[in-house]
């Protein structure tokens, strides 16, 4: 097929109308969530006092950060699904969550305290943040790398490391439902460490299937 | 050049709201500039620039099949040289190369400068043998005896739809394959 007639045959299949990535993300993540609520509520559960969590402000700040990194981390991934797109512009958005966290710990220091700061950082379920996190967010981020496949994306290591970090964001929020650790010091460290490790799981694997 | 590139945003657009003409038209327009890239680009590795015309349907087929991602509201040639560049890159990697490609490439193409198309490409050719039969079909039909979509249809007692999606998924196929090689 010389290169005038593989143009006439593009031409023919101009009709053709591909959903946009965005549209093909949220199906994918949409099939997956099932799985990842089927591990949550098989291993982990609600925790027990959740009407009384609610009205600790703490508590409810773990899932304001959780969702704004999946939902910055949405955002940064589908901006990158474009061939010419780069983070510029658009690495600030990764910062929300971040922000978030450092005006809870500023908060956290203000008060009085029973627990020591380091008891607070280390809490009692680090074990289970770093096993759950990752293994709910497993099944999301197989999902975002499927739905982000369907773009182009110039940097597919970059591309999968946010994919990753969206998965974990979408995880650390049913996995917040359980955890009794509440300080902002727990949250920093661990959600960070679980979400760091699904980061690079995702760039790993990101570099080969988001080739285009 | 800015005339040029606006050119072919309009084209694109018009392209995108159904024009098959004007997608025609485009397509045969960046198709030059294109090779004209990938020929600099294969000399500046040190390749023989015979292989330009495989590279240049790699990107044809990627824009093609990536065209969803191209926001219509920007200018088109940004969009067009993230992918040659992509698919040059790719290209030179798999022939055990790497190399920077330098961003001009694709950006200082004179008007006037259009070599024609010398060596025929092989790897599309290659890999149309290993695709279902009623794909091959079609996309022969369509491509090598120009038979439109409604004749082709007749031919094969298939619907229009029908040869639609066995088009549609002809050319996704061709290019997962070439990928993997």
């Given at each position: 097929?010389?290169?005038?007639?593989?143009?006439?045959?593009?031409?023919?299949?101009?009709?053709?109308?591909?959903?946009?990535?965005?549209?093909?993300?949220?199906?994918?993540?949409?099939?997956?969530?099932?799985?990842?609520?089927?591990?949550?509520?098989?291993?982990?559960?609600?925790?027990?006092?959740?009407?009384?969590?609610?009205?600790?402000?703490?508590?409810?700040?773990?899932?304001?950060?959780?969702l704004?990194?999946?939902?910055?981390?949405?955002?940064?991934?589908?901006?990158?699904?474009?061939?010419?797109?780069?983070?510029?512009?658009?690495?600030?958005?990764?910062?929300?969550?971040?922000?978030?966290?450092?005006?809870?710990?500023?908060?956290?220091?203000?008060?009085?305290?029973?627990?020591?700061?380091?008891?607070?950082?280390?809490?009692?379920?680090?074990?289970?943040?770093?096993?759950?996190?990752?293994?709910?967010?497993?099944?999301?981020?197989?999902?975002?790398?499927?739905?982000?496949?369907?773009?182009?994306?110039?940097?597919?290591?970059?591309s999968?490391?946010?994919?990753?970090?969206?998965?974990?964001?979408?995880?650390?929020?049913?996995?917040?439902?359980?955890?009794?650790?509440?300080?902002?010091?727990?949250?920093?460290?661990?959600?960070?460490?679980?979400?760091?490790?699904?980061?690079?799981?995702?760039?790993?694997?990101?570099?080969?299937?988001?080739?285009? | 050049?800015?005339?040029?590139?606006?050119?072919?945003?309009?084209l694109?657009?018009?392209?995108?709201?159904g024009?098959d003409?004007?997608?025609?038209?485009l397509?045969?327009?960046?198709?030059?500039?294109?090779?004209?890239?990938?020929?600099?680009?294969?000399?500046?590795?040190?390749?023989?620039?015979?292989?330009?015309?495989?590279?240049?349907?790699?990107?044809?087929?990627?824009?093609?099949?990536?065209?969803?991602?191209?926001?219509?509201?920007?200018?088109?040639?940004?969009?067009?040289?993230?992918?040659?560049?992509?698919?040059?890159?790719?290209?030179?990697?798999?022939?055990?190369?790497?190399?920077?490609?330098?961003?001009?490439?694709?950006?200082?193409?004179?008007?006037?400068?259009?070599?024609?198309?010398?060596?025929?490409?092989?790897?599309?050719?290659?890999?149309?043998?290993?695709?279902?039969a009623?794909?091959?079909?079609?996309?022969?039909?369509?491509?090598?005896e120009?038979?439109?979509?409604?004749?082709?249809?007749?031919k094969?007692?298939?619907?229009?739809?029908?040869?639609r999606?066995?088009?549609?998924?002809?050319?996704?196929?061709?290019?997962?394959?070439?990928?993997?090689?």
């Amino acid at each position: 097929m010389d290169t005038d007639q593989l143009i006439k045959t593009l031409a023919a299949d101009n009709s053709h109308r591909a959903r946009s990535v965005g549209f093909v993300l949220m199906l994918a993540l949409l099939a997956a969530a099932p799985v990842s609520l089927l591990i949550f509520f098989a291993e982990l559960g609600v925790r027990p006092d959740v009407m009384t969590a609610m009205r600790n402000p703490f508590f409810d700040l773990k899932f304001a950060v959780t969702l704004a990194l999946a939902i910055s981390a949405a955002a940064v991934a589908l901006h990158l699904s474009r061939p010419e797109a780069s983070l510029r512009g658009f690495g600030w958005y990764l910062f929300i969550p971040a922000g978030l966290l450092v005006a809870g710990i500023s908060g956290e220091m203000m008060m009085p305290q029973r627990a020591p700061m380091m008891t607070r950082l280390i809490g009692n379920n680090s074990r289970y943040c770093l096993t759950f996190i990752p293994a709910i967010s497993l099944p999301l981020l197989l999902a975002a790398l499927i739905g982000l496949r369907h773009g182009a994306p110039a940097r597919p290591a970059l591309s999968g490391a946010i994919a990753g970090m969206l998965s974990a964001g979408l995880a650390a929020t049913l996995y917040a439902a359980h955890c009794t650790d509440d300080s902002p010091l727990f949250v920093a460290t661990w959600y960070t460490l679980a979400t760091a490790l699904m980061a690079a799981v995702g760039a790993l694997v990101g570099s080969r299937l988001l080739r285009y | 050049m800015r005339e040029r590139e606006d050119e072919w945003t309009g084209l694109m657009r018009s392209a995108i709201s159904g024009d098959d003409a004007a997608y025609h038209r485009l397509l045969r327009a960046v198709t030059p500039v294109l090779r004209a890239a990938a020929r600099r680009g294969l000399a500046r590795a040190g390749q023989p620039v015979d292989q330009s015309e495989d590279i240049v349907q790699d990107i044809l087929l990627a824009v093609h099949l990536k065209r969803h991602t191209w926001d219509t509201n920007a200018p088109f040639a940004p969009w067009l040289f993230a992918i040659a560049r992509n698919k040059l890159i790719d290209s030179l990697r798999r022939r055990g190369r790497r190399i920077f490609v330098d961003i001009d490439d694709f950006a200082e193409t004179l008007p006037g400068e259009a070599p024609a198309e010398t060596v025929p490409p092989g790897e599309i050719a290659a890999q149309l043998n290993t695709l279902p039969a009623r794909q091959r079909e079609v996309l022969q039909s369509i491509a090598v005896e120009s038979a439109s979509i409604k004749d082709t249809a007749k031919k094969f007692s298939m619907s229009e739809g029908a040869v639609r999606v066995a088009l549609h998924r002809g050319l996704a196929s061709l290019t997962a394959k070439l990928r993997e090689n």
